[in-house]
């Protein structure tokens, strides 16, 4: 017991922070901007330190299932958190433009950050990295349709229908997603593999030492990790307005932050998947983290959208439009052989700088 209390000491911190942060929540919110911004980002470096332990037991999970159903758990583990910060910010402050702009923002850092720093550091140790084509086709071409659905469509959709076609923008999300479950994990659950020649691998110190965690600690410190970082979020929410207030930062700041948190444990995950020449669980993860966060943000928000009756902005920018459709070219071109290298990752990690750079211009 005192062995798996002192592997979880970042969920403890977090533990005690978001204990900590309730009663100090009006200090802060009263002592200036300053300490209000301060609070902000430590509050969200706890966040992190929670995901990444929720995360790790997602992983633990994944390796006791194996793939296509172990990233399938990693990702929707992701998806399950960027949720839970988006709806509580939402429902502090409604912001119109904060669930696209987080959507869009996580679309970009894990196709052109994930996977374009994964193939670039993976191309760079072991040349061309193979994976099956069939789950990157598959994947891409189930992006751009739930996108064009429900962020590009919408703009022109008149105002007095917006009830109607989100109604309809759920159940399509719905059936999307019950459709791709059926196939990744029924049937045609191959396309979402890879069959890797077998080595053997040399154990770190630390894993011959680490005792066995059983399924049900895994899968209950993963749903309170969930609960941890909704209540850390309820509070970082306010403080991190209030610190940006009035700073001249670009608002789209508030949903990179989020989009970051959420991609945080997958950033890593995927790295070591690229460097252990290990590809297809990096395009399950980049990939299908993409889809996830579409396929299934969308409907939540939009359900919160009918219940409040109070719209939100889904529609893209045309900036956002054409970035999201340059990535979905350049990923349909480069994942379309089975193999990824240096210079495919280079293109994807390019568009990834190019999305920070016309977010700090406010574009």
């Not at 910060?85 to 409604?94: C, H, Q």
């Not at 059926?182 to 890879?194: A, D, E, I, L």
Request: charged share 10%; glycine share 6%; hydrophobic share 55%.
């Amino acid at each position: 017991m005192l062995t798996s209390l002192k592997q979880e000491k970042f969920m403890l911190l977090a533990l005690i922070a978001a204990i900590a942060a309730y009663p100090l929540e009006h200090w802060m919110l009263q002592s200036g901007q300053v300490v209000a911004l301060v609070a902000g980002l430590a509050l969200i470096g706890f966040i992190v330190m929670a995901s990444m332990r929720v995360a790790h037991h997602a992983e633990q999970l994944a390796e006791k299932v194996g793939d296509p159903y172990g990233t399938m758990i990693l990702t929707l583990a992701a998806v399950l958190v960027e949720v839970v910060i988006l709806a509580i910010m939402m429902s502090n402050e409604p912001s119109p433009t904060l669930v696209r702009d987080t959507i869009y923002s996580a679309v970009m850092l894990d196709i052109n950050g994930i996977l374009g720093l994964a193939a670039l550091m993976g191309g760079i140790k072991h040349g061309e990295q193979s994976y099956n084509d069939d789950s990157a086709r598959t994947y891409s071409v189930m992006i751009l349709t739930a996108m064009g659905v429900s962020m590009v469509v919408p703009e022109f959709i008149p105002e007095a229908d917006w009830k109607i076609y989100s109604a309809f923008t759920i159940g399509a999300m719905v059936v999307l997603y019950t459709l791709f479950l059926r196939m990744q994990v029924g049937p045609h659950s191959y396309f979402f593999s890879y069959s890797y020649p077998e080595k053997r691998r040399k154990k770190m110190p630390e894993e011959e030492h680490a005792p066995a965690v059983s399924l049900a600690f895994s899968i209950g410190t993963l749903v309170f990790g969930v609960v941890v970082i909704g209540a850390l979020a309820e509070v970082m929410s306010k403080t991190l307005d209030l610190g940006l207030e009035g700073t001249g930062a670009p608002p789209v700041v508030t949903a990179i932050v989020v989009a970051a948190i959420s991609a945080a444990p997958e950033i890593l995950t995927a790295l070591r998947a690229a460097l252990a020449n290990r590809m297809q669980s990096v395009v399950n993860i980049a990939l299908g983290a993409s889809l996830s966060t579409v396929i299934l943000t969308v409907p939540v928000m939009e359900a919160m959208a009918l219940y409040s009756g109070q719209p939100f902005q889904m529609a893209m920018t045309p900036v956002q439009t054409v970035m999201v459709f340059i990535t979905l070219i350049v990923s349909a071109i480069n994942l379309n052989d089975g193999e990824t290298n240096a210079i495919e990752g280079m293109t994807h990690f390019v568009l990834f700088a190019t999305f920070i750079m016309l977010s700090l211009l406010g574009l």
